[in-house]
């Protein structure tokens, strides 16, 4: 879709919060898509950055843009049709799908029938390794009390830390053994094989192990060698973008420097 003036398309707003975990699904996305500042601005898309307020310790929108709205997860989108009816999309990976929907370019599920079926067998398995790692911080991390829910450390137990421990390391290895043939045997980029460089299945993996990392100082993958291979080959990719980057475009509205203009 090109269009001429941003009044072709309805205004559509995203809040994202840089350095979190799934908005940075949102700017590894653009990246590996290669759209730009500009290209957003051309299809009338606007975003607001979201930071962590230093007086309440909650995700707010910067001064002087509009406020975060209420009971909303990071990141959300809202698009105001034509019709005046407002459509609002709060999962990333439904805005990711949103987004493919309105721009030109690769297929970030891959270039192949065959690649976009392993990027979605890897989406499911990243879902549930993500949900198992979050239970087994939830029980195990006292700085997990800020947000899951627990009123107290005493809530917290080992025994379900464990378990969810145990379930975590089940899907990795999982995902090792179903990735190992294409990135250790062949040395494709994508943990969905061969064809397109980078899948929505990178992106995912690549944000929960950043964000993880440099949130809680834990390596995501200590223990699948296989998948730390891949990781460091794609902090190599053009797509990827690293914490002081997103910190800067956090904290100095930098969207050209993460994204380009």
Not at 95 to 111: C, N, T
Not at 115 to 130: E, F, H, P, V
Not at 137 to 145: A, F, G
Request: charged share 25%; net charge negative.
């Amino acid at each position: 879709m090109s269009p001429t003036t941003t009044t072709a398309l309805p205004k559509t707003t995203l809040w994202l919060w840089p350095t979190g975990l799934f908005p940075r699904r949102i700017i590894y996305y653009l990246r590996a898509k290669h759209i730009t500042l500009s290209a957003l601005t051309a299809h009338n898309i606007h975003l607001i950055p979201i930071i962590l307020s230093p007086t309440t310790a909650s995700l707010v929108a910067k001064p002087g843009y509009e406020a975060r709205p209420a009971d909303t997860s990071l990141p959300c989108m809202r698009v105001e049709k034509d019709d005046d009816e407002t459509l609002w999309v709060h999962e990333s990976l439904s805005i990711v799908g949103w987004l493919e929907e309105v721009f030109d370019g690769a297929d970030i599920y891959g270039s192949t029938i065959s690649q976009r079926a392993k990027t979605r067998d890897i989406l499911s398995l990243l879902n549930d390794a993500l949900a198992w790692s979050m239970a087994e911080m939830i029980h195990s991390d006292p700085r997990t009390l800020a947000w899951s829910g627990l009123a107290s450390a005493s809530e917290q137990s080992p025994s379900a830390a464990a378990h969810a421990a145990k379930k975590f390391h089940f899907y990795l290895q999982r995902l090792e053994n179903w990735v190992e043939g294409d990135v250790v045997g062949k040395g494709t980029s994508s943990l969905s094989g061969e064809g397109a460089g980078v899948t929505l299945a990178d992106v995912v993996l690549m944000s929960q192990v950043c964000y993880i990392e440099e949130m809680y100082g834990m390596d995501w993958v200590a223990e699948h060698g296989v998948l730390r291979v891949w990781v460091e080959r794609a902090k190599g990719e053009a797509w990827w973008v690293g914490r002081e980057a997103l910190e800067r475009c956090e904290k100095e509205e930098d969207w050209e420097g993460v994204l380009g203009k």
